[in-house]
T-cell receptor
Framework: KQEVTQIPAALSVPEGENLVLNCSFT??????LQWFRQDPGKGLTSLLL?????REQTSGRLNASLDKSSGRSTLYIAASQPGDSATYLC?????????????FGSGTQLTVLP | NAGVTQTPKFQVLKTGQSMTLQCAQD?????MSWYRQDPGMGLRLIHY???????DQGEVPNGYNVSRSTTEDFPLRLLSAAPSQTSVYFC???????????FGDGTRLSIL
């Protein structure tokens, strides 16, 4: 059974700092990995999706990398801003047939201090 | 662009009551899913659908029922509410199994 772990559970940084969020998964046979952002009381917003054949994806100040063989992904946020404060979740698509599904980590709660 | 719309946003039920959580999407997505989010446990898949008329169970399907009569709608039914079903429920949709998933804002459900 696929398991996804995100460490740390919470992170607090001063504004302007570059930071890295970590995601690890136990089964490397994945189709893709997706990073989401969740604001309090809201749903999930998709940030980046990396297919299993890709090594990284970039969107603005965000860069996500994928190392399938080691079961790891990182989300790099450059020049952090208070508006980046949210919970960041990673999820991997794995399994086969009817068992193919998205498995989520518990998230990293990020606070960027002004 | 409404995206994925969930109703109601909040609901309080008594143990044993039944209700339906509504989910609608206007993006012509074939894939739709229901998740529940509980503290410290991440999101867990309840049921999903790969197209109209086709549904399947996820990780935690017990106590829930779904149907998919149209592409747009994917309601989730609680048959006999239990306190263990207190959670935040999210509906999601995507073009296909390997496309990004789009989420609604959730339904916060409390069972007393």
């Amino acid at each position: 059974k696929q398991e996804v772990t995100q460490i740390p559970a919470a992170l607090s940084v001063p504004e302007g700092e570059n930071l890295v969020l970590n995601c690890s998964f136990t089964d490397s046979a994945i189709y893709n990995l997706q990073w989401f952002r969740q604001d309090p009381g809201k749903g999930l917003t998709s940030l980046l999706l990396i297919q299993s054949s890709q090594r990284e994806q970039t969107s603005g100040r965000l860069n996500a990398s994928l190392d399938k063989s080691s079961g790891r992904s990182t989300l790099y946020i450059a020049a952090s801003q208070p508006g980046d404060s949210a919970t960041y979740l990673c999820a991997v698509k794995s399994g086969s047939g009817s068992a193919r599904q998205l498995t989520f980590g518990s998230g990293t709660q990020l606070t960027v201090l002004p | 662009n409404a995206g994925v719309t969930q109703t109601p946003k909040f609901q309080v039920l008594k143990t044993g009551q039944s209700m339906t959580l509504q989910c609608a999407q206007d993006m012509n997505h074939e894939y739709m899913s229901w998740y529940r989010q509980d503290p410290g446990m991440g999101l867990r898949l309840i049921h999903y659908s790969v197209g109209a008329g086709i549904t399947d169970q996820g990780e935690v399907p017990n106590g829930y029922n779904v149907s998919r009569s149209t592409t747009e709608d994917f309601p989730l039914r609680l048959l006999s509410a239990a306190p263990s079903q207190t959670s935040v429920y999210f509906c999601a949709s995507s073009l296909g199994p390997f496309w990004p998933q789009h989420f609604g804002d959730g339904t916060r459900l409390s069972i007393l």
